[in-house]
């Protein structure tokens, strides 16, 4: 079977205190184009990762030291986004569905095949450039938000509960052609090619934060 390569900036972190174990995956999917970092510990791995890291980790559940799920716990207090897989022994399936509760994005069971391995990789490296694209536009949205002037965000407001012009303009008392000054300064501002992607801009953020 042949993976979809990941983004030149993904990573697939593979945490196991199982050297044979640890390498042979590791081969496996950098012979299908993804980049790999492997560590023999959950400290390894914490000691390792950053802010900034992309990708995600393939999680054994049961090691010396840390557990995959006392190695988990951190990266949630880290506010860590990288999706996480829990590699599990038959024994440890009800501790990995827990960890599914708390925000894994799945477990493999051991032993697994190269196909549903690479399945559930791909799965969370699409999850995760999603994510982070996601969050990259919302970012844009809000410092766009920022430039507008206190009468735009009136203006803005307004269009967003899908209020016409001349409804504007009887609201704010104003002119309907100052409305459509404003309007057209908003759309500019905001990098808006249409009323419909303004929309979906603005209300992607968090309720309330786009009139903050």
Sequence with gaps: MSAVPAAPD????????DE???DSLAWMLEANGHAVVAHESGEAFLAAC??????????????????GLEVFEELGRRRCGLPVVFITGHGDVPMAVSALKQGAVDFVEKPFGER???RVVEQCLRLERETRDRRLQEADTARRLEQLTQREREVLELIIVGKLN??????????????????ARV????????LAELVQHVVALEPGAAMR
């Design 20 to 22: 044979a174990l640890r």
């Design 187 to 194: 759309m500019e501002k905001m990098g808006a090619h249409s």
């Design 50 to 67: 950053t802010p900034g890291m992309t990708g995600c980790v393939l999680l054994d559940v049961r090691m010396p030291g840390m557990s």
């Design 10 to 17: 993904q990573i697939v972190h593979v945490v196991d205190d």
């Design 116 to 118: 549903e391995m690479l």
């Design 166 to 183: 001349k409804q504007i303009a009887d609201v704010l008392g104003i002119s309907i052609k100052t409305v459509e000054v404003h309007r």
